[in-house]
């Protein structure tokens, strides 16, 4: 791995230490001010409803000022919002904090962006592979330490959310050289990349199936701490703990699965079989009514979800000519944003309605759907 693969790795895999410290928390954390299931899913989407704002301006002030003080911007915008969050003394601060988080939270989407200036097409599948990796270990790590820092109180996990995040922000700013030219004139503005790349008709169905994607995991995501909390009685170290293993199997399939797949098959067919096995995974969690099963359904939902990051990105990164490459991804972190913005309000407001297997049935039908929309994009790129 070169060194700038190197530190982009470990600088996504301590901003995602942060995040992963946040997820298996924040639901219980919302209840102690009176929050409703609805409520956090609220609290989940406005985090990505002030991504979906922000993060098309981020993506082509990356392609015009550089991707570095873009990175560095959106992760000192993290360390903000998690002091802001563990200083918080009423709901609306809880909100206010993870809308300053979304605002600032381009990170992922300009690591994506800085993969793809240091690396040729063919290398692409494997170094997203590793990003997908540094997701997995940053959930490993991050619920870890969630389950570990709650036995002392519901705000310490997020006070080392903090600190770990201010290391990733150090690792980028010493050690993160920069691969973008300053002053692009020709960046399109980010409005009108949104309607000119969604308008391009090869492209459209992918970024329909990126949409459908990540509001489907996002539903899996935000749910999974209340979904385990009703029905098996978990607590944040219990959930903290299985979202640990849940994200080693993620590094697992990243790291050992993706590639041998991609070489085989292909970035379309390693998506597609992805999502068939999430489909299945997460409609057995929907179905399991012992701890057992429930943690046994959790392996082939892991595999799906490992399978179908890392090839999806590498399908949207194909899509675009090197200059183009913040534009688009920031087209697609923009359709992401708006589907985890959808994903936790629908998810949880199922689960407070029609109970807590309504939200996974939902979302493994939503799976199926996007892989029957993935088969028309490769017959429309099969014509072409």
């Known amino acids: 791995m070169s060194r700038p693969l190197l530190v982009i790795f470990l600088t996504v895999f301590v901003n995602l230490v942060g995040f992963g410290i946040i997820i ?74 993870r809308i300053i988080d979304g605002l600032s939270g381009g990170n992922i989407t300009t690591a994506r962006a800085y993969i793809a200036d240091v690396t040729e097409p063919h290398e692409r599948a494997k170094a997203y592979g590793f990003l997908g990796a540094a997701f997995g270990l940053g959930f490993i790590v991050g619920p870890a330490l969630a389950a570990l820092f709650a036995t002392i109180s519901y705000t310490a996990p997020i006070w080392a959310a903090a600190v770990v995040t201010l290391i990733a922000t150090a690792m980028a700013w010493f050690w993160l050289p920069e691969t973008v030219h300053r002053g692009n004139e020709e960046t399109v503005s980010p409005w009108r990349a949104l309607p000119e790349v969604f308008g391009r008709a090869r492209l459209r169905p992918l970024l329909i199936a990126d949409f459908i994607y990540w509001g489907s995991f996002s539903v899996c995501n935000t749910t999974f701490a209340l979904f385990a909390a009703r029905r098996f009685g978990f607590d944040v170290t219990h959930t903290g703990y299985v979202l640990a293993a849940f994200g080693f199997l993620g590094v697992l399939v990243q790291t050992g699965m993706v590639q041998p797949m991609v070489s085989r098959f292909g970035e379309l067919r390693t998506f597609l079989a992805g999502l068939v096995i999430a489909a299945l995974g997460w409609g057995l969690v929907a179905a399991s009514y012992s701890v057992g099963l429930f943690l046994l359904a959790l392996i082939p939902a892991g595999i799906g979800v490992g399978l179908c990051n890392a090839s999806l990105i590498t399908l949207i990164s194909h899509s675009a000519s090197r200059d183009e490459q913040g534009k688009v991804q920031g087209a697609a972190g923009a359709l992401e944003s708006l589907g985890r913005t959808i994903g936790p309000v629908w998810g949880n407001g199922a689960l407070q309605k029609f109970g807590e297997g309504s939200a996974y049935i939902s979302a493994s039908a939503a799976f199926v759907v996007t892989a029957f929309i993935m088969l028309g994009y490769h017959q429309v790129n099969t014509k072409s």
Do not use: C, N
């Open 24 to 97: 298996p928390l924040l639901p219980f954390y919302a209840q102690t001010f009176g929050a409703s299931p609805l409520v956090i899913g609220l609290l989940f989407a406005s985090f990505s409803l002030a991504q979906l704002i922000a993060t098309p301006a981020l993506g082509v002030m990356s392609d015009r000022w550089g991707r570095r003080p873009v990175l560095i911007f959106s992760l000192l915008g993290t360390v903000v919002s998690f002091v802001m969050l563990a200083m918080a003394h009423t709901l609306v601060l809880l909100f206010a904090a």
